[in-house]
């Protein structure tokens, strides 16, 4: 029966093709300096019709515009390509 679903499946489908997207990736990452805290924070930057920042160290942990920690993280980012310039 399984064998079926495949050969169905693949009779359904036109032009097949692989598309690659090089898609180039920005992390925001620092040290802290207190103990008790991890010693290395990372967040990727996504922008796709909006700003989201993504832990590195836990995906499930997304921050959005509208939280707290957000405006801390744009503020850092904003003030290294500042200084970056």
Known sequence: MQNKIKMDFKHQISDLKIT?????????????TEKGRDAHECY??????????VNKNN???VIIQGDRFFKDLEEMYQSVLVNER
């Not at 180039?24 to 620092?30: F, N």
């Not at 990727?44 to 920042?53: K, L, N, P, Q, V």
């Open 20 to 32: 690659t997207i090089i898609q180039t990736r920005t992390y925001l990452h620092w040290f802290n």
């Open 44 to 53: 990727e930057r996504i922008e796709s019709g909006y700003i989201r920042y």
């Open 59 to 61: 995906p499930s942990m």
